[in-house]
């Protein structure tokens, strides 16, 4: 059984138009996280969801927005895409969220923005 | 601003020897460091972490030592084995529910 899944695993989309990714972990974590690893490899937080409540927002665009309607789901939201947002995004969890705390990945899902 | 630098973007290691992967911070609050691994088309994996008031931890073959002074730590790897190939990620925090920083991830192959 996978820990913590992502759908989908690649998605190719126009600029403009609004997509979503989901994950969902079975591990019954009570924070959940985002990710954003760009063409640089570097592997940035974008937001932290402890039971249901946000707790970290980076700075990103507010086209980006995270949904999490229960503990075991954190879904990303993203308006009007751009090219800059191309990336693989991943998602993790933690048993809290205390950043001492190991994170359980998901495979990650590359979004390519044409 | 890169707070977690992994200045060494590849590194080559012939099987059974030692692999030693390097990482320097630049933020004095960070309290908690951690190394991931990361396989092609996989999200990272926790291999081994260490809090500020360590110089050292093991697990196994994988041992992380810490040098507050220089704002520099170090993961070595003993001996390497060809499935050790992948890439690795340094990453620090100052603790509690803040953020955690990553590097930019060092690829280690390790040659048969």
């Known amino acids: 059984d996978t820990a913590v899944s992502q759908t989908p695993k690649y998605l190719v989309t126009q600029m403009g138009n609004d997509k979503s990714i989901k994950c969902e972990q079975n591990l019954g974590h009570d924070t959940m996280y985002w990710y954003k690893q760009d063409s640089k490899k570097f592997l940035k937080i974008m937001f932290s969801?402890?039971?249901?409540?946000?707790?970290i927002n980076e700075t990103v665009p507010n086209r980006f927005s995270p949904k999490s309607p229960d503990k075991a789901h954190l879904n990303l939201h993203i308006n009007s895409l751009e090219l800059g947002d191309s990336a693989v995004y991943f998602c993790?969890?933690?048993?809290?969220?205390?950043?001492?705390?190991?994170?359980?990945f998901g495979p990650g899902t590359r979004l390519t923005v044409l | 601003d890169q707070q977690v630098k992994q200045n060494s973007p590849s590194l080559s290691v012939q099987e059974g020897r030692i692999s030693i992967l390097n990482c320097d911070y630049t933020n004095s609050m960070f309290d908690y460091f951690l190394w991931y691994k990361k396989y092609p088309a996989e999200g990272p994996t926790f291999l081994i972490s260490i809090s500020s008031i360590k110089d050292k931890n093991e697990d196994g073959r994988f041992t992380v030592f810490l040098n507050k002074s220089a704002k520099h730590l170090s993961l070595h790897i003993v001996p390497s084995q060809p499935g050790d190939s992948a890439v690795y990620f340094c990453a620090a925090s100052p603790g509690g529910y803040q953020k955690v920083t990553f590097g930019t991830g060092t690829k280690l192959q390790v040659i048969p």
């Open positions: 993790a969890s933690s048993p809290s969220g205390t950043s001492a705390s190991e994170q359980f």
């Open positions: 969801y402890n039971n249901k409540e946000l707790i």
